[in-house]
């Protein structure tokens, strides 16, 4: 067993992200990490300050 200092936020994360990789390969280790991924912002909040959109004005938009 690898003696870690649990004092030490960088050394625990080195660690870990190595069990990681040993255990699941690098594919499934991005996988595994992707799935705490935060997001951003207040989606509560923020669904019900949209307005509706034409489809010709989000053609625009994409113009753009």
Do not use: C, W
């Not at 870690?4 to 990681?20: C, D, F, S, T, Y």
């Not at 699941?24 to 923020?46: D, P, S, W």
């Amino acid at each position: 067993m690898i003696a870690i200092n649990l004092n030490n936020p960088n050394e625990i994360r080195n660690v870990g992200m190595q069990a990681l990789e040993n255990a699941l390969g690098h594919i499934g280790m991005v996988k595994f990490i992707q799935q705490f991924e935060l997001g951003y912002g207040n989606y509560t909040a923020e669904k019900n300050n949209t307005t509706d959109m034409s489809l010709d004005e989000i053609d625009a938009l994409l113009a753009l």
